[in-house]
């Protein structure tokens, strides 16, 4: 929208003041109407431009927060709330992301900028893309059914463990042409999830 035609508002005053002295009541009447007239055009253009601009601000709001919000979820060591979170990664983005926005980027550009530049400096998982949406990471979260998947894994054998008479003192699993639990094909979590009983008949086989 273009800005109305300058209107020097100073000397029509002063010309409305001597007109009033020379007694033209009537050009001085007119004059005022003009006055006026120029005044309300003036504020009309400055509100739209005041209501523009605190619209687009908003719209801005929400895109950087939405753009930030992805950002938190593929990448949790920018989540203030997340185990993983970095305060050290999450400033520095936030230092480049202003400064990106002084040098003329819009919020949700300069957020992508300084988010791919700290995540390839750290070396962290999969990038974003600048205008702040996420792309595809390298490594997909875990999902449930790979959780359920995992933990059936190891119930099936704590179970073929449990299955196992005891051993006699002295007499291994080897000895009686079983195959025992080799822990050294075991994750550390499927070691950790082992019972205790289980860990003691271990121990036992390895001394």
Sequence with gaps: ENAPE??????????????????????????????????????????????????????????????ASELEASFPVFDQN????NAEYTQEVIDLRDAFITQGHGPVEALGKAANFVIK?????GTVGEEGSTLASKKA????????????????????????PPELPGESSA???????DISTMSEEEFKALPP????RLRGDII
Excluded: C, H, W
């Design 6 to 67: 300058e209107y020097d508002f100073a000397n029509k005053e002063v010309e409305y003041q001597s007109l009033l002295l020379d007694g033209e009541a009537d050009k001085a009447a007119a004059l005022r109407q003009e006055i006026r007239k120029a005044e309300r055009e003036q504020i009309a253009y400055e509100m739209r431009q005041e209501m523009t601009q605190t619209v687009t601000q908003n719209q801005q709001a929400t895109a950087l927060q939405t753009a």
């Design 82 to 85: 997340a185990a993983e979170y």
């Design 121 to 125: 400096s750290n070396d962290l998982v």
């Design 141 to 164: 979260p875990t999902s449930q059914d790979e959780v359920a998947k995992k933990r059936a894994e190891v119930s099936k054998k704590l179970k073929a463990a449990e299955a196992q």
């Design 175 to 181: 000895d009686r042409g079983e195959k025992a639990l």
């Design 197 to 200: 009983d289980t860990l003691k």
